[in-house]
Structure formats: structure tokens, C-alpha cells
T-cell receptor, first 114, second 116 residues
Framework: DGGITQSPKYLFRKEGQNVTLSCEQN?????MYWYRQDPGQGLRLIYY???????QKGDIAEGYSVSREKKESFPLTVTSAQKNPTAFYLC?????????????FGPGTRLLVL | AQSVAQPEDQVNVAEGNPLTVKCTYS??????LFWYVQYPNRGLQFLLK??????LVKGSYGFEAEFNKSQTSFHLKKPSALVSDSALYFC??????????????FGTGTQLKVEL
């Protein structure tokens, strides 16, 4: 987990509310990623960013939005359009965009719906 | 599209015995393969990866994995299991020849339980 921080550890969302999950890295990595983890389903890619001010949708981007204004930061917003947001959210980063690069993960944020 | 199968939801092994966590993959062309471990309510920790070269890859905490191209497998192994190895293990694959950035496809995970 070293070098990548996620906050908060637990987050509660009310119906119709947007919430933002924070991800910060001090590894000087160019690429950052957001995954969603549900029991028995492994990890699924939500969004990824290969460089500042650029990002692409992953496999399950609907109901989520991101920004990449700074190299070290990649916040994820879970919008009210995401009807089943309860999950464990993991942020990752990699040194470059080369496909051999290893992704390193943060400690995660658990999102619960009230 | 690429996919990863981890056929066992749970593997039980006695401490001191060898352990194997299975992974098979499907990709177009050659793969890059990764193993990660996750402890409860924590992020994933990188264990090892296969990029090219020697089919036997050694990683952290005494783990190793063998790439078998003919069987499209990348099983994780350790000669002597420890109780502290108990965790959730994920295999992931990335095809070499594709665009779209460094996108990994993960398996559904295998829970390893090591008992005294």
C-alpha cells in the first residue's frame, strides 16, 4: 500500500447523493486506475488515466466520473446515477503506460449506502 | 477478449505443506501475467509477474509461479505454507499485443486458508 493513499476508509452515501473518493500517489507514476471489487467477482476497471488531463472509460464507467488535474491525484465521483454503489473501491497506479508495467494498489475505500 | 479463470474459490492446506493456487487464462497472442494477494479490508499487494524468459518466476514472500504456454496456465506455488499466507489471491492477465493502455483482467480470486 505504500505510496498510494485513499480516503476515506469508509464512506456512506444517501440516496440521490454524489460522493467523491480520494486517491493520491507520491510515486511519480504517470498512470492511475480505479477498480471496483464485489464479492466473488474480482476487480473490474471503472476508469483509467495515462497522463494528466486525460482519462478513458473502463468496463463499468456508467454512473461514475473522474478528473486528472494533477499527476498525483485521481479522484472518483460516484454519482446518483450509479444504482448499486455498495462495493470496495481500489485505486492503483503504474510507472508508465507500457503494458509490462506493474500496477500498485492503495488500501481501498468501502462505500456503503444508507 | 481476454479472460482469467481461478477454478477454486477456496484452497485449504496445512502449515508446512506445499500450496498451489491455480490460474488459467485466455488471450489472443502472448500474455503478461500477474499474481496479487489481498488481506482483509486491504488493497492488493503485488507478488510476481511473468513478462518473458524463464517460465519459473520467483516473487515475494517465497512464492513462485510457473508459466505453461501449452496449458495456458500460471499456477502460484509455495514449497511450505505459513498461517500468515492465509489471504485472497488474484491472478491477472494482460495481452501483449493490444492497445488501450495497461488494462488488466482479473480472476475472481481464490481464498487460501492455511491451518496449523
Amino acid at each position: 500500500d505504500g505510496g498510494i493513499t485513499q480516503s476515506p476508509k469508509y464512506l456512506f452515501r444517501k440516496e440521490g447523493q454524489n460522493v467523491t473518493l480520494s486517491c493520491e500517489q507520491n510515486l511519480n507514476h504517470d498512470a492511475m486506475y480505479w477498480y471496483r471489487q464485489d464479492p466473488g467477482q474480482g476487480l473490474r476497471l471503472i476508469y483509467y488515466s495515462q497522463i494528466v488531463n486525460d482519462f478513458q472509460k473502463g468496463d463499468i464507467a456508467e454512473g461514475y466520473s473522474v478528473s486528472r488535474e494533477k499527476k498525483e491525484s485521481f479522484p472518483l465521483t460516484v454519482t446518483s446515477a450509479q444504482k448499486n454503489p455498495t462495493a470496495f473501491y481500489l485505486c492503483a497506479s503504474s510507472r508508465g503506460v507500457g503494458i509490462q508495467e506493474t500496477q500498485y494498489f492503495g488500501p481501498g475505500t468501502r462505500l456503503l449506502v444508507l | 477478449a481476454q479472460s482469467v479463470a481461478q477454478p477454486e474459490d477456496q484452497v485449504n492446506v496445512a502449515e508446512g505443506n506445499p500450496l498451489t493456487v491455480k490460474c488459467t487464462y485466455s488471450v489472443s497472442g502472448n500474455p503478461y501475467l500477474f499474481w496479487y494477494v489481498q488481506y482483509p479490508n486491504r488493497g492488493l499487494q503485488f507478488l510476481l509477474k511473468y513478462i518473458t524468459g524463464d517460465n519459473l518466476v520467483k516473487g515475494s514472500y517465497g512464492f513462485e509461479a510457473e508459466f505453461n504456454k501449452s496449458q495456458t496456465s500460471f499456477h502460484l506455488k509455495k514449497p511450505s505454507a505459513l498461517v500468515s499466507d492465509s489471504a485472497l489471491y488474484f491472478c491477472a492477465v494482460r495481452p501483449i499485443l493490444t492497445g488501450g493502455g495497461n488494462k488488466l483482467t482479473f480472476g475472481t480470486g481464490t481464498q487460501l486458508k492455511v491451518e496449523l
